[in-house]
């Protein structure tokens, strides 16, 4: 089984300001890793994966993570956010032998101007 | 591409009633569909696992008489909440996993726009 957590539950940003939302996974298995964006009372939209390869994946709307297998990390990265970023974001993994989706307990990022 | 479909996107009910919940994948098609749960402000909780021509999986303590997911062909999965209750009350999310377009065996999940259930 794997769990996930997403190290901060709220950030809060200025607009064209970088944010970076903070993810640990644990798992005794390779994973697969995902971040997903959902803005309010709507599903879950995918920002971007990593399934295999490079270990810097490059995801919609001007989105990046890392992968770092050693400390079991997937950061989520933007180098300037817009207010319409304004959203909850979840990092989710799945083993590669079961694809079942583990999420974390979300990331509500506020943009202000 | 890659888009799933959920119907309707709310509903009102009364106590004791059943409601039909609709997921369809529109531009592909999907083997296995999942079934999620997410009560305000929480994460998404994973309820069963829909495979298209066989019995649905639950996940430990959802009860599998209350929730019905039929998954009768590659594009469409069905949950039905039998006899709610206010309890029942929730934002009911289902995602499809696109299996024949990924490279290896790995099947991406795509997710639904959702369904607020009110239960009066």
């Known amino acids: 089984a794997q769990s996930v957590t997403q190290l901060d539950s709220q950030v809060p940003v200025f607009e064209e300001a970088p944010v970076e939302l903070r993810c640990n996974y644990s798992?005794?298995?390779?994973?697969?890793l995902f971040w997903y964006v959902q803005y309010p009372n709507q599903g879950l939209q995918l920002l971007l994966k990593y399934l295999s390869g490079s270990t810097l994946v490059k995801g919609i709307n001007g989105f990046e993570a890392e992968f770092n297998k050693s400390q079991t990390s997937f950061h989520l990265r933007k180098p300037s956010v817009h207010i319409s970023d304004t959203a909850e974001y979840f990092c989710?993994?799945?083993?590669?032998?079961?694809?079942?989706?583990?999420f974390g307990a979300g990331t509500t990022v506020t943009v202000r101007a | 591409g890659a888009v799933v479909s959920q119907h309707p996107s709310w509903v009102i009910c009364k106590s004791g009633t059943s409601v039909k919940i609709e997921c369809r994948s529109l531009d592909f098609q999907a083997t296995t569909m999942f079934w999620y749960r997410q009560f305000p402000k929480q994460s998404l909780m994973l309820m069963a696992t829909s495979n298209e021509g066989s019995k649905a999986t639950y996940e430990q303590g959802v009860e599998k008489d209350k929730f019905l997911i039929n998954h009768a062909s590659l594009t469409l999965s069905t949950l039905t909440v039998t006899s709610a209750h206010p309890e029942d009350s929730s934002f009911y999310i289902c995602s499809a996993r696109d299996l024949f377009s990924e490279t290896g065996s790995f099947g991406t999940q795509y997710f639904g726009p959702g369904t607020r259930l009110t239960v009066l």
């Open positions: 798992s005794s298995v390779s994973v697969y």
């Open positions: 989710a993994v799945s083993d590669r032998n079961d694809y079942k989706l583990s």
